[in-house]
């Protein structure tokens, strides 16, 4: 099933503001918990924290003071702590081992709580306030994983500022120990792992990475510069491979950055929530891969980072529906980690917020798109189910992700090629469908040229190519070649054909950059296996039971087949001409009056003694069924002579039945102008039904109708066989034989000599086959065998 993508493009800027305020997307509401009497500016920065019991708490800052809010019951959350303390816009907390450490940017240092008597209460302990690193305010704090507290926007603008600090935290919570500081830069956020610092140095719009191992003295690796030149925080992939950044400002992007090699710090990706150029990200984190991110006005995001290349909004909600655009109203802070799941936000007028969020991964399409000699293709526009989603860059890549799960249509196009089709490109999430089209220039052309044996061209040759790219149909021109100029690349199953020579039909042909003409040489004799229009007509009165070139869908009399299931042959193609062709009761499309199928004109003067071979169908059932398939050969002078009359008195009904008519028995064949099968039905409730398929001329009998006798000079046994085949030679004046299947294909070739030889026909399916035994003085002698 096809999914047409809907996108949200062209919508004015409140008639969008109100339909991602109204719709979260993969986000539910909990709760909302509201200080009582608190107005703007109320709630900044939040974290989690776990108490012995497995009780949730949301640690929130408030712009005068600290809370401790209870998640017990998430849809009620309840207050049960809070403390005043200096006023501040500003404020960010972060928990170790049961105690919580808040700093902001009016004054009073490092202020700690131990949160080890919850639920029963929270103690103050008090404020570190620093010595050989004096502390009285800062922006905001991180912790490691071995509770080493680093300490950013110490005393900012202040002179004497000791920058960033770095304090253990782990040996005596309640009293940090200074270990060093990083004054280089004004840090004004920053993440750490493995010793390893990445901080977001704001009024230098660099993402810095410091090696921290001796706290003493810091080491920079390495930095980069960030899309909007204000780099607010960063937050490190779980693998350690890749750093996220969040840039303060209007329309800002968070940016993925490949930091494998600090040196050499690489942007993988870069997005916006919903897409909107006027809204101001403030701090993102990492959770299994995805990004949590507070946005002001726009609420909180959730992005699929599993490819840190290909960056895909998959969840959001807005916190903020009264304020809109590049103001700093609205979302602070957001934290993912809770073990229920649950994430909590902080909203500066709307408080609190328990979320749900459902983590939907994306599915992504990576290509490469190039030309025949491998140059990129820039520019080229990627359709899925025609409506536009990316467009290829300089170096011919397109890196495209989305909520999509389905199968789509995926079409590319780019100035000067021909368009390419992918159909059914199946996307699913967490997957990524690898692509490398080869777009053809739009002068190439595939070439298709027809000679005989002497290289002589065949005019007026149809073809069929047949792949996953669809069918395409043609006739050669009159110097026998056909150029093709909209075929994709791909295989192709290609049938040859045109009456007076035989049919070609090749398994898989090939249109690359590497392959441009193909050459086929046809060998003369009249052969149709009806998979092309050849010229064969048809005529009569009949109207839904007349003739046709189809591929039989078989349909039943009662339990009796009365029209085929499937052609003659097992190979080269699956069509044959049918009467009455269509599903339904046997009685619906049979044939009820008169119908005449006519072969195009003969040219028997290269034969001595040609026989018409094909198969026959035959089905007559109902009330005094007494109908027939009447096959009269015409002649030049238009006189009609009946070759054969078929009845359920002379045939095997509901099969395939193969003929071999001596055209000589009935008339010169060079006085053979064409063949007429007629159908007609006498009495109307008969059913009637027809079938011919595999067509040729043969020279001599082709399957050897005539029995073999004693006085032969060989013998064939046994027969019908199962795996080998005996021939016994009375005489040494045999040469070679040659195996055919029923449809002239040669199988086996093998030199004979006098006596016994034996022959496998393991690897032959069952069916009718010809023996021919070729004689030292050029007479050719043959026999029906069946394998079972």
């Known amino acids: 099933m096809h999914h047409t993508l809907r996108l949200f493009i062209g919508l004015s800027f409140f008639l969008s503001t109100a339909i991602l305020s109204a719709q979260p997307l993969n986000i539910d509401s909990v709760s909302n918990f509201k200080f009582s009497g608190s107005i703007y500016p109320n709630t900044n920065e939040v974290w989690g924290h776990v108490d012995t019991s497995g009780n949730e708490y949301a640690l929130v800052g408030r712009e005068n003071g600290f809370s401790v809010i209870s998640l017990a019951d998430p849809s009620n959350p309840q207050l049960v702590y809070s403390d005043t303390s ?108 493995d010793d390893t610092l990445y901080g977001s140095a704001v009024f230098d719009g660099t993402l810095l990475i410091i090696d921290v191992s001796d706290k003493q003295n810091p080491v920079l690796l390495g930095s980069v510069s960030t899309p909007s030149s204000f780099t607010h925080n960063v937050w490190l992939s779980d693998d350690g491979n890749t750093a996220f950044t969040t840039d303060e400002v209007s329309g800002a992007f968070i940016t993925a950055y490949d930091v494998t090699d600090p040196s050499r710090i690489t942007e993988l990706d870069r997005i916006r929530t919903r897409d909107r150029t006027n809204i101001i990200p403030h701090n993102t984190h990492v959770f299994n891969d995805f990004l949590v991110t507070s946005y002001y006005t726009a609420g909180l995001s959730i992005i699929d980072a599993s490819k840190p290349n290909i960056l895909v909004e998959t969840g959001y909600f807005d916190t903020s529906p009264n304020f809109n655009g590049g103001t700093f109203n609205g979302n602070w802070g957001a934290y993912p980690f809770l073990p229920s799941g649950l994430i909590l936000a902080t909203d500066m007028e709307e408080g609190l917020f328990v979320l749900r969020p459902n983590y939907k991964r994306a599915s992504f399409l990576e290509m490469l798109v190039r030309d025949c000699d491998g140059n990129a293709i820039s520019g080229a526009k990627i359709f899925l189910d025609n409506d536009s989603v990316a467009v290829s860059n300089l170096a011919g890549r397109v890196a495209y992700g989305s909520l999509l799960d389905g199968t789509y249509d995926l079409r590319i196009e780019a100035a000067g090629y021909y368009s390419e089709l992918i159909q059914d490109l199946e996307l699913r999430p967490g997957l990524t469908a690898n692509l490398t089209p080869t777009l053809r220039d739009s002068s190439s052309r595939f070439k298709l040229v027809f000679a005989d044996d002497q290289q002589n061209p065949i005019p007026s040759v149809s073809y069929s190519l047949r792949g996953e790219n669809g069918i395409f149909n043609g006739v050669a021109a009159q110097n026998g070649q056909a150029d093709i100029n909209d075929l994709p690349f791909g295989d192709y199953e290609l049938y040859l054909g045109k009456w007076g020579y035989k049919n070609v039909c090749i398994d898989q042909t090939t249109y690359s950059c590497a392959t441009d003409t193909d050459l086929y040489l046809l060998e ?229 000599k006098q006596g016994t030889q034996h022959f496998d026909l393991s690897p032959f399916p069952s069916g009718i086959y010809v023996l021919r035994m070729i004689r030292k003085d050029g007479v050719i002698e043959q026999s029906k065998v069946i394998k079972q």
Not at 132 to 159: E, K
């Open 86 to 193: 200096s006023a501040s816009l500003w404020r960010d907390l972060k928990s170790w081992k049961g105690y919580a450490y808040v700093v902001n940017e009016s004054s009073g240092g490092l202020e700690i709580y131990d949160l080890n008597a919850l639920p029963d209460s929270v103690r103050k302990v008090g404020a570190f306030v620093g010595s050989n690193f004096p502390l009285i305010r800062a922006h905001n704090l991180y912790i490691d994983s071995s509770g080493v507290a680093y300490i950013f926007g110490s005393n900012n603008q202040l002179p004497n500022s000791s920058g960033t600090i770095f304090l253990d935290v782990d040996t005596d919570p309640e009293s940090p120990i200074e270990l060093g500081n990083y004054d280089s830069l004004y840090l004004h956020d920053g993440y750490v792992r």
């Open 524 to 752: 003369e004799g009249a052969e149709d296996n009806f998979e092309l229009d050849l010229g064969w007509t048809v005529s009569g009165n009949e109207t839904d039971g007349r003739w046709s070139r189809v591929k039989p869908l078989g349909v039943f009399d009662g339990t009796e087949l009365s029209n085929p299931g499937v052609d003659a042959l097992d190979r080269c193609g699956g069509r044959a001409f049918i009467t009455g062709n269509g599903l339904g009761n046997a009685d619906r499309f049979d044939v009820d009056s008169l119908t005449v199928l006519s072969s195009p004109s003969f040219d028997l003067s290269g034969y001595i003694d040609p026989y018409l071979v094909f198969y026959t169908w035959f089905y007559n059932g109902g009330t005094q069924a007494n109908d027939r398939i009447q096959v009269s050969l015409i002649d030049t002078a238009g006189q009609s002579t009946t070759a054969l009359s078929i009845r359920a008195t002379n045939t095997m009904m509901s099969n395939w039945v193969i003929q071999d008519l001596r055209v000589s028995r009935y008339l010169d064949p060079l006085a053979l102008d064409r063949i007429e099968i007629r159908v007609e039905d006498r009495s109307v409730s008969n059913i009637l039904e027809a079938g011919l398929d595999g067509f040729f001329v043969s020279e001599g009998s082709f399957i050897g109708l005539e029995e073999l006798d004693e006085e032969k000079a060989f013998l064939v046994y046994p027969n019908p066989v199962g795996e080998l085949l005996n021939v016994q030679l009375r005489t040494d004046q045999f040469l070679s034989a040659e195996l055919y299947d029923i449809s002239g294909r040669k199988l086996v070739v093998a030199p004979l």
